[in-house]
Structure formats: structure tokens, C-alpha cells
């Protein structure tokens, strides 16, 4: 048996495999695509794709060493550190994969090949375990490979592997190392003490596809998909009983026991928080590394979770002064050759968890004095109450789990039940409080602003920065400086490009916000490749947008002046939106603007943008803005300092946005709309600039093909208009009379189709008037007694004209009462003549459907009563 390092591994094992024909794939993040997994928990996680056929591999065979986290959610070993011999929280998985090429006699040949040639561990203390059902796996290992058959196990579903419950799937065989009866009986890894027989590698034989409805079908191009522990085989090649004696774990709590001024050996407690120490640093340090920030949600709870579990262990051992730092230095130093990103992030990193740990200092020493306090109170038996356990989290920051985790020390349990009761009751109060409910998942911002501080803008100065990378992930991104404005005060956030010289990544902005406040946020969009935390970038602002957007955010404050000269000084500013092509100011008046006023405004506004004055931003306190009599926008909250906004001799008020150098970069002003949007409030929208421009010379070009059309000078528009009003309006009556004398025409005609003496009809082409006259000429013949006329009008809706002789059987409002209901309609019920309008067209032929009804005449007389 070799003895060789954790580095040393690394090489042979992906030198191997490259020698046949793998490709070495770099570890992906501990951050997975996967939206099921919180961390990259294996090897097979960045390939995940390639297996389920969502997409094709880039490559046929391929080796990794992958950064691997089991700490939160299904794979969870947190617990287990520090009192194992194995678990840890951060490992790493050596793996060979192959996407539809070798399968199990190569990988199962390479794998003995390895462990006993390359790495040299003694053949005679290996076993292998298969499935119970995979006859050929066991025919390789034995007949192919030669390991003797009595050190070939079958195992139950221990060796078989699925992704889900339904997808790929496949038997695994596995390689054990026996390390001898001193740590426990013989038997093999079926039988045998779990301590003495030690998993290496695992390979996984995916071959067939389950279905939903339990079957295996064979896949046309099985995998392989292996994973062998660093740490456990680096235990086994150092001949050392844990992984806690290896190398890399040795330089580690050898710093842990320096910075916490203990000694391994003294205790086994005091060991087990030293151990801790050691793990807990090289999770958080390659976590953060990758981009996870501490948080209150989803990973970002676990991240925190392990660095004050850390620092509670480091609590236990005497320690009040902050050693992850000190620690983070060590893993640096350990790991940074095998992991770059880490090394090159160093500084970041350890400042992250360093600000976290000394947040949690005073909250540790207040919740353990306090719970210490009850511990020792409580009787024989009785566990800790959950609303105590409630106090200390909602009160003093204590977490549940080191609560629990101080009490199972004692022997103690917490009432969780109860806890969950209480925070249950205090989540119901607080929804109750609070009027929104946030929607965005600003945690890891939260995090990353405690660790970091505010994002530092010069985008006042400089359109184009050169900034780091902070955080990437889910299309957001944050650098340590930035260009680009969030949006805020209601100016919409910069848009443009942040680009990365030595990976060549671009990613679109397409929107800029706050995280939280002062930390800007960049919603990205991917143009070549992607941004990762430490890339050193260049940020480069849309400047022609800002340009725009800088004009119109400058005249929403001259505007604002404007109206408080024409409007008076009850004129407030209530909201505004401000983006490069139009802006839009909300104030408080009482009633609309007439014409005159909005052109007395508009004057204003482009007299001081004609004067150039020049505008003045500046830092200064709040007080001494106060004092000069600056005017504070709604719904802004101001600090102790705030910025002013000197626009010209006139407009003096707060604002954190950004604008002209002077009046004239405006350029002209024109008002496009005014509006009411609500009780005493007014909206004004607006153009400026090249925006201004643009409209008026459509709205010219407009007037100038109007006044072709009608033949006149664009000058005499208005008279041409006019003038050709007045012949359409003669011409409509002329074609109105025309239309009558027609319809009358008709009335022989329609009277000759009375059933009875009554006539119900449709006709076509004639107007309200014409359609009233009608029907009396029809009463008038001589035989009819009644007349129903219904019409579509040509301006929309229907009409309906009833006629009836005077002193005869029928009433004509009677006789239309329910049909005008039909077409929606109303009017007056006379008894010689009724005239009804309605809007619903469609129904009219119903309509004189139930006039013949009223009529008492047959449905069948519709048809022939009918005059196209």
C-alpha cells in the first residue's frame, strides 16, 4: 500500500482516466442547477442532464474530482461530524462517467486496476458487494477481473441505485477495504462490524428506465456513473483509522487547535468540537467561495447554520474571540492549490464569514447564559418548554438547533412542539401587522450586505467600471462597484453589459434594483457564457438610455416647480416614473388643468431649459437641506445625509438620482397627457428632448398628408377642415331625404304582406325618421289596421316603429313592448305610434318575432313578411 497525500490522489486518479481517453471536467459549484438539491451532493449532479437525455454530453467519457456538501434537506450528515470516524459536511467525490460508451467490464476492470495498481492497496483485503439480481456484474468481478468469488457479496437495495421514481436506474456494485479485526468481526461488508469494513468506490451500472408504473425497460446506451471518497481513501493509503488523521484534516486541526488554544486529546467533547472546527471551516470556506451567503432561507440558513455550530463549538472550548478568520486562512492555504476560485477569493470569503461570526458572539453569550439558567432549573425528566426555546430564538437570535443541540448534551429534550405553536402564533401577528407580503427572495442579499457593506456606485462619474464579481446566481449578479443605477426615488434601473476579459463571459443587464438597500443587483441575461463570484469585470452602462433617462428625471423637477407657480403651493408631488423616453409626475390638485394652464406650464418649463442654468448635485445632512429649503419627494426615506438637487435658480429638492449637468441638456419639453387618478390627484405625462422632436415632426407630417388629401396649404388646414365638414353634413342630408322618399315608395308593397290586417317587416337602408314614417304611410292604406317596422341602423344599434289606427284593435306600444326590451332598448308607449331604439342589433329579427307574437299572427309569417 502506497502512502500518499490528498493531492497526490487527486492527480493519479484523474491522470489515470485521462490516459483513457476521459475528459477532466473542472468541479462544478457547490450551488447546483437542480432546483430539487440544495448543494451539489455528488458527482453525478453536474452530469445530471447528460444521463436523463435532457441534453447530449459534450463528451463520451469524462473525470472529475467534485466539491460535495451533505448538510441540509434529504442529504444531511451535519449531526454526525466530529463523533464519525468518516462524516463530514464538505467532501470530495473522484468519479469516472461514461454517457452511452464503456460499460461494466471496463469500469469494473479500471476500478480494481486503480486501487490496486496505481493507489496499491493489498487485493487480499478487498471485498466487492453487487445486487442480488446482477448475475453479470458478479461474473465480471470474478471471472474477468479474478477476485475470488468468496470475497464477492450479494446486497439488497443498498446496491441499487435509482435517481427517482422513475427515470435512469441501475444496479451499483461497490469496493470495501477490511481494515482488519481490530475493528470488529469478520464476515465481509454483508456481515461484518461496520467500522472494519470501509466503502472506497461505488459504481453504478445505469441500464435500465424506470417507468411510472414500476417497469424496467433497458436503456439503449447505459452509463456508468462512480464515485470514490477522497477523505475514506486517503485514510485507508495514510493507514490511519479516521479521516480526521489525514493530511490535509491534521494541517487543519492543527490550526483549530492554535487558534482555540486546545489540545487534541484532552477530552473527547473537546475533540469532537475541535473536529468540528476543522470541517465546519472548509464547508463554509468553499460555500461562500462558490456564492451561498448566510441567510435566513434555503441554503443560505444551512451556510449559517454551519458557521454558528462552528462558532458555538469554538464557544465550548474556552474561545471568545473569533477564530474563523484564522481558520478560513488554514483551508486556504490547505485547498487553495486543488480549488483557485477559493484562493482567489480569499479575502472575500474570510470577510464574510468573519463578520458572521462576530454577529453571533453576543447572541451566543446571552441565549447560553440564559438557557444554562433553565437547564439547571428543570426537574429530573422535564424537557425544556417550547415557548422558552421560542424566546430565545424570536428574542435573543438563538437558534432552535443550538438549543436542542445544548440540551441533548444534558440529556435534556426541547419541547418542539411547543415551539412550532409559538412561532406559529407569531407568524399569524405578523401577517396581521403588515399590510404586503414581501415577494422577492432578498435573503441571500441580506447576507451578503452584513458581509460586504454597501455596493459602491460611481455611476454619477463614470458610465464604464472595472468591479468584482460578489455574487451570481438565478440571472442576479452583484460587483463590489458598479455603474449602474437600481432603481429607486422612481427612476428605472441602467441597463447594458457587463463583460469579463480573461473567461470572455457577457451577460446582458437588462434591469438594475436594490437587493436590500445600497446593495445594487444586476438582472442579467446570458449573451456568451457565464459570470462567476471573483471574476474581475467591466460594467458598462447604456449610455444613450441614460442620457434620456438623465433629461426626463431633471425635468420632473422643474416641472414640479412649474406647477406650484401656475397650480399654487398645495401643489405636492405624490409619485413619479422616470424612464428615457417619458416621464410621468403624480401630484395633488383638485381639479383638471385646463388647456391654458398646461401651455403656461409648458412655458415655464422650456424658459428655464432655454436659460441653461446649470445644476448643482450634492452630499450634504439632511438638517442643512431642511434649512435651504429643499422639498422631499413622497415616499422617500432619508438618513442622516442626503443628496440635493440644485436644478437651476428655482428648484431646490432631495434626490438620489441622477441628472443634467445644466437645464439645456434637457432639451424641449412638451406635456402629452393629464389625467385624474383619484380624488384630487393629477398625473402629467411628458417628452423631452429628441422625444420631443420626434413627435412634433410626426405630428407634422400628419397635418401636412391631412391637408394633401383635401387640397389646401398645411397653413389653411383648418378652413379646408371646415369646409369639407360643411359638404359632408349637406351631402348626409340629402342622402337622408333620398332615403325616406325610397322607404315610402315601399309602402304599397309592405301593406300588400299583411297577415290579418297587421304587418310586421324588416327593413333595410333607412334611418329612425324614415323608418317612423314609414309605418304611418302603411296605417294609412286602407285594410291595414297595424305596422311593425324594425331597422339596423347604420350608426349602430336598432330601431323599431309600431303604428296602430286610431280606435281599433291594436295598441302600438303593446304591440313593440317586448321586442324593444330584446334589443335593449326603451321608449315611449303610445297608442297610434311608438318609435324605440336599442343597441343590440343582433336580436332584431327576435325582436319582430315577438311582435307577431303580440300581434297574434304565426312565426311563419316572418318569411314572407320580409323586405331585403
Known sequence: MKSMTAAEVRRAFVDFFVERGHTHHPSASLIPHDPTLLFTVAGMVPFKTYFTGEQQAPFSRAVTVQKCVRAGGKHNDLDEIGRTSRHLTFFEMLGNFSFGDYFKSDACAWAWELVTGVLGLDPERLWVTVHHSDDEAEAIWRDEVGVPAERIQRLGEDNYWRMADVGPCGPCSEIFWDKGPDYGPDGGPAHGGEERFVEVWNLVFMQFESTPDGTEIPLPKPSIDTGLGLERTVAVLQGVDSVWETDEFVALLDAAQRLAGAKLGESEPRDVSLRILADHARSTSLLVSDGVFPSNEDRGYVLRRIIRRAVRHAYLLGVEVPVMGGMVDAVVEVMGEAYPDLARNHGYVRDVIDREERRFHQTLRTGQAILDSRLEALDPGQPIDGEVAFLLHDTYGFPLEVTVEIAAERGVEVDTEGFAAAMSKQQERARSARSVAATDDVAPFVALFSATGPTEFCGRAELTTVGRVLYAADGRVVLDRTPFYAESGGQIGDTGEISCEATGARVRVVDTVYGVPDLHVHIVEAIDGGLRVGDEVTAAVDAERRAGIRRNHTATHILHWALREVLGDHVKQQGSWVGPDRLRFDFSHYEALTAEQITEVEDIVNSEVLDNESCRHYETTFDHAQQIGAIAFFGEKYGDMVRVLEAGRHSVELCGGTHVRALGDIGAFHITSEASIGANMRRLEAITGHDTLTLLRDQQSRIDDVARSL??????????????????????????????????????????????????????????????????????????????????????????????????????????????????????????LCVAGGRDADRLDEALELARAAAGIAPEAERTGRIP
Open 711 to 832: 387640397g389646401v396649404p398645411s397653413a389653411e388646414l383648418a378652413d379646408g377642415v371646415a369646409k369639407r365638414q360643411s359638404e359632408t353634413k349637406a351631402l348626409r342630408t340629402e342622402v337622408a331625404e333620398l332615403r325616406r322618399r325610397l322607404a315610402l315608395s315601399r309602402a304599397p308593397e309592405l301593406a300588400a304582406t299583411a297577415v290579418e290586417g297587421v304587418v310586421v317587416a324588416r327593413v333595410d337602408d333607412v334611418g329612425r325618421d324614415g323608418l317612423r314614417d314609414l309605418a304611418v304611410s302603411i296605417r294609412d292604406i286602407d285594410g291595414v289596421k297595424a305596422v311593425v317596422l324594425g331597422t339596423a341602423l347604420d350608426s349602430g344599434g336598432a330601431a323599431l316603429a309600431a303604428a296602430a289606427t286610431e280606435g281599433g284593435d291594436f295598441h302600438a306600444g303593446e304591440l313593440i313592448g317586448d321586442a324593444k326590451k330584446t334589443i335593449g332598448g326603451g321608449g315611449r308607449s303610445a297608442a297610434d
